[in-house]
């Protein structure tokens, strides 16, 4: 095993993508040149190794970069476009919904978008509502797109190379804040499928659900549970789309009962899916309420005081697993 | 079939061409008042039709061009087969697109007719997308987009202009300028009267042309591609026409002066070449005659063939969504 960061694994994908299959190219707003010269930016270095033919600085110009994807891999090549901050993806949104997840459908059945598109999610870094906005569950209600969330710096190699291989649009979200994890990552072309839950941790008592950076604040959660003698089930989501819906179904059958845990507003959230999947299809497997453990819905705010409120930490997951357990809250 | 220098031969082609358009729309708009029979938004692209008779005859085979909703003409031009053509618009299981299209979305890849996208100004980027992919792979071959002096309001069309110029892309962008934005005149919409201007700002190419003048249309286009053939990137190309039917069959264009219509009627391109073509001794009557029944029959049996035809299974609303479908 190598140690890598979660940047430097992203970035190794790229490389093999670029290395195995000369129809990937990458494009995006500094892609190539960089203000950042930092080894755990995932671009890093790809433009001195493969060249400008095949690594594009774009202008500012979303709805151009996000079209380049759409008209490009309809012409059969393998873009892997960036959207520098996932709140910008509005702009480049027309492109992605209107056309690279509904023209395949339309043609019946002629057209193939094979794109991906990395987007830098996150919040936590003082930067404010408009480079910090999770709009995950706005991109998953929509047919036609795929959508990969990696926690790990392993996922975040398998699953980038998995997207850029996968014959449909991809958008792979990079937590920001986890660009300088370390991990261990294997060598090579390794492929984490789409669609396939990671157990995280084995538990008995409650299934705890999470991707991202949520899934490390759940981790953070489950010891002290354990000296509660609660003992907890985490499964990282990795992919929201396609979803792996029987690993969620059978821990929840197992342990009877649900938290869903992620970073974005709780209000028509990701996790809202996941709670009513459960309800539609688990109902009679349940012992206590489901919970989710999500934002308030607000803009990402700023002041350190009032990111606190936004962002779900290991004790609101902690609470929320103590209330479906049916036990009252800790003083 | 010579096509520089125009032939007696070509010009013929020309002119058929156009036929074969007006003959095929003229039939949707009967269809359209037949609710039971030709069902959604039909949009039409009639007395336009030198634009893509002329613009499509100046492609080669490798050529891609992207439409928008008034494709009909663009997709019969570029050698769309008539009858899946229209039973795709009737939504017919044997349609190009399975019936999953409809009049709005047709896309027909064998024939180099990538794609067509009803969110106007949506076209631009996806074709500097593909003319990416013609520059990386060195194929030699160009995209053409069609798009309207409304979509031009666009911020999308701008961004790919941009995008288009700075990588020095081979596409061509091919404005339709039919005075028209929905039920706004060009000048209300549009705070420039001539869209060609705007390739200054790209640092390409920008011509306008009579859009209505078919062998006009095929020389600008010829110039304008090679240009774009040649490596020194994209061009503009602003065909000056006119919108006979309304933004949709629905639209009775209630708020156009009838006097506009005559003008522009009296201005048919295919009625103003067919006059050409017989004073030059190009046509006559009887072979004039011969080239409007041969459509009319071409599209009798388009739409027979639409009508014997079945509405898709329901089952099949559940395919096509992905390639490679959701395990879950």
Request: no cysteine; hydrophobic share 55%.
């Given at each position: 095993m190598n140690q890598k960061t979660f940047g430097q694994a992203l970035n190794e994908a790229l490389a093999i993508a670029l290395e195995l299959d000369d129809t990937v190219f990458v494009a995006g707003e500094g892609v190539g040149i960089s203000i950042h010269q930092d080894p755990n930016m995932p671009t890093q270095g790809l433009l001195q190794q493969f060249g400008p033919g095949r690594v594009k600085d774009t202008p500012v110009s979303e709805a151009a970069i996000a079209g380049l994807a759409v008209g490009a891999s309809c012409m059969g090549l393998r873009p892997v476009v960036e959207i520098m901050f996932f709140p910008f993806i509005t702009l480049a949104s027309d492109m992605l919904i209107n056309h690279a997840g509904k023209l395949r459908y339309m043609s019946g059945g002629k057209s193939s978008f094979p794109l991906t598109v990395r987007v830098k999610a996150g919040s936590g870094f003082g930067a404010g509502a408009q480079h910090s906005h999770n709009l995950e569950a706005w991109l998953a209600h929509c047919p036609g797109l795929k959508i990969v969330w990696p926690s790990t710096p392993q996922d975040a190699k398998g699953l980038l190379l998995s997207a850029i291989f996968d014959p449909d649009p991809v958008i792979v979200v990079e937590d920001m804040m986890l660009y300088r994890m370390p991990g261990d990552v294997p060598a090579g072309d390794i492929r984490t499928p789409l669609g396939k839950a990671r157990l995280a941790s084995a538990g008995t008592d409650c299934t705890i659900v999470a991707y991202g950076s949520a899934l490390h604040t759940a981790m953070k959660a489950i010891s002290p549970l354990a000296e509660q003698g609660i003992c907890c089930e985490v499964i990282d989501l990795r992919s929201l789309v396609p979803l792996d819906k029987v690993c969620i179904l059978e821990s929840v059958r197992k342990t009877g009962r649900l938290v869903v845990v992620h970073e974005s507003i709780r209000f028509c959230g990701f996790g809202a899916e996941l709670a009513a999947m459960v309800a539609e299809e688990a109902f009679d497997s349940l012992k206590g309420p489901i919970r989710r453990v999500a934002a308030p819905?607000?803009?990402?705010?700023?002041?350190p005081t009032h990111e606190a409120v936004f962002k779900p930490g290991p004790q609101d997951v902690i609470q929320a697993v103590r209330e479906t357990m049916g036990k009252r809250a800790l003083s | 079939m010579t096509k520089d220098p125009i032939s007696p031969e070509f010009r013929t082609y020309l002119y058929t061409c156009m036929v074969r358009i007006r003959k095929f729309e003229e039939k949707i708009t009967a269809l359209s008042q037949e609710s039971e029979r030709m069902r959604g938004m039909q949009i039409l692209a009639t007395g336009q039709e030198a634009v893509a008779a002329g613009i499509t005859a100046a492609l080669e085979p490798a050529d891609v061009i992207i439409s928008n909703h008034r494709s009909h003409g663009h997709l019969i031009a570029r050698g769309a087969d008539m009858k899946s053509l229209m039973a795709e618009i009737m939504a017919k299981e044997t349609g190009v697109n399975g019936g999953k299209a409809g009049t709005l979305h047709l896309a027909i890849p064998e024939i180099n007719a990538l794609m067509t996208s009803t969110v106007v100004g949506a076209g631009p980027p996806m074709a500097v997308g593909a003319a990416f992919a013609q520059q990386y792979r060195h194929t030699g071959g160009i995209t053409v987009v069609f798009f309207g002096d409304g979509a031009a309001a666009e911020g999308s069309v701008h961004e790919a202009m941009n995008l288009a110029g700075v990588w020095k892309l081979p596409v061509l962008f091919v404005c339709e300028n039919n005075c028209w934005a929905g039920a706004q005149p060009h000048d209300v919409h549009c705070a420039t009267q001539h869209i060609f201007k705007r390739a200054v700002g790209y640092d390409m190419p920008g011509k306008s042309v009579d859009g209505n003048d078919v062998e006009a249309v095929y020389r600008l286009a010829m110039e304008l591609m090679e240009h774009c053939r040649s490596g020194k990137g994209p061009a503009l190309m602003e065909t000056m026409t006119y919108r006979m039917r309304g933004h949709g069959e629905q639209d009775h264009q209630h708020y156009v002066d009838p006097r506009e219509l005559e003008m522009w009627a009296a201005r048919c391109p295919i009625r103003c070449y067919g006059k050409q073509l017989l004073d030059e001794g190009i046509l006559d009557e009887g072979r004039i005659r011969s080239i409007e029944s041969d459509a009319e029959t071409e599209v009798a049996a388009s739409v027979a063939f639409a009508d014997a035809s079945p509405y898709p299974q329901p089952e099949t609303a559940l395919k096509d969504v992905f390639v490679q479908p959701p395990i879950a």
């Open positions: 819905k607000i803009p990402v705010p700023v002041a | -």
